[in-house]
């Protein structure tokens, strides 16, 4: 099921409308999933840090990854339930990986993958999303952003992630 809603970018104050792939449309709120591991995929220490600190301090199991071959080895042996995939990372890119996972992961266990990218052009996450990303942040993330994403597909009733 497809879903269109505004994106509002920070730094570009930029007003872009793009098309989600909604998998929470199938869900009652308080039936979504709980949001126990994380793959943050981010060639960007910094970044990486960020977000698994982020995620380590609401108690999730968070492992990262620097390529895009070694975010598909994580993401086959540890079959996390949310990947935050750079898009541009060395030896594979965020879009190539992503394609790969959707090709390969069986439909009962497809992993949340928010694409994170510098880019602002709806054209650009369009791509990104007919390649299998759920969802699009723009770089720098913007921890409200993070939230309303994850609460989209996951039940956070029972999470300490609030604002």
């Not at 108690?59 to 975010?71: F, H, L, M």
């Not at 723009?138 to 996951?154: G, M, T």
């Amino acid at each position: 099921m497809s879903t269109n809603y505004s994106q509002h970018s920070q730094p570009f104050r930029a007003h872009l409308k793009v098309k989600s792939l909604d998998i929470a449309d199938q869900f009652e709120p308080t039936s979504l999933p709980i949001l126990n591991k994380v793959l943050v995929a981010e060639d960007d220490r910094i970044s990486q840090s960020f977000m698994q600190t982020f995620f380590r301090h609401y108690g999730k199991a968070v492992q990262g990854a620097s390529t895009g071959r070694e975010t598909l080895k994580i993401w086959q042996a540890w079959q996390p339930d949310l990947i935050m995939m750079d898009m541009r990372m060395p030896e594979l890119t965020g879009l190539d990986a992503t394609r790969m996972i959707r090709k390969t992961a069986p439909t009962h266990s497809f992993p949340v993958i928010v694409a994170i990218t510098a880019s602002s052009f709806a054209e650009d996450w369009e791509k990104l999303l007919d390649a299998g990303c759920n969802e699009c942040l723009a770089k720098p993330l913007v921890v409200a952003h993070l939230h309303l994403i994850i609460s989209r597909y996951f039940n956070l009733a029972n999470t300490m992630i609030s604002l």
